[in-house]
T-cell receptor
């Protein structure tokens, strides 16, 4: 079957660094994406990894290890506005199916 | 921002009634998707389309049908709504930029089936 696992909740303080892990088991793999969703809003794209290694986009970085079926999202210099849910998603067949994890709710405390 | 709109944004209906949700895009993207989001389940794919009149089932397609008669419109129909279909429904389009297939979501349609 297709499954992705993420921690359900993470809490950190402003200015800190937090890592959200994602492990996946899917029938195919084209890439791992991360999406952010604020309460009541739509998911928005953050980052994408197709190859092993680290991708950096401002305060956010994403890592992928295809051999371990594992990735993580790293958020640095946390701000209150980063409080949201974060979803990893595997594109398991080009353009056809994006399988999402259950989401990690990040709470940033002052 | 990608032009993608969903309608209606909120709907309350009764069990057994038909419901149609509409997704409209102005980006001329080939791929369109319908997801549902429920607590603890993330986003689950219902159906997707890879062109006019070309659609396929996703993970949770039972009880749903879709149609795409024009590139810009992707309709999701619940022929006979049930309480288990109470959910938030998101339409998405995908775009390939810089080597990544990026999903852009509509604002969502909150459906309550009583």
């Amino acid at each position: 079957g297709q499954s992705l696992e993420q921690p359900s909740e993470v809490t950190a303080v402003e200015g800190a660094i937090v890592q959200i892990n994602c492990t996946y088991q899917t029938s195919g793999f084209y890439g791992l994406s991360w999406y952010q969703q604020h309460d009541g809003g739509a998911p928005t794209f953050l980052s994408y990894n197709a190859l092993d290694g680290l991708e950096e986009t401002g305060r956010f970085s994403s890592f992928l290890s295809r051999s371990d079926s594992y990735g993580y999202l790293l958020l640095q210099e946390l701000q209150m506005k980063d409080s949201a849910s974060y979803f990893c998603a595997v594109e398991d067949n080009y353009g056809q199916n994006f399988v999402f994890g259950p989401g990690t709710r990040l709470s940033v405390l002052p | 921002d990608a032009g993608i709109t969903q309608s209606p944004r909120h709907k309350v209906t009764e069990t057994g009634t038909p419901v149609t949700l509409r997704c409209h895009q102005t980006e001329n993207h080939r791929y369109m998707y319908w997801y549902r989001q429920d607590p603890g389940h993330g986003l689950r794919l219902i159906h997707y389309s890879y062109g006019v009149k070309d659609t396929d089932k996703g993970e949770v397609s039972d009880g749903y049908s879709v149609s795409r008669s024009k590139t810009e419109d992707f309709l999701l129909t619940l022929e006979s709504a049930t309480s288990s279909q109470t959910s938030v429904y998101f339409c998405a389009i995908s775009d390939t930029g810089a080597g990544a297939n990026v999903l852009t979501f509509g604002a969502g349609s909150r459906l309550t089936v009583l």
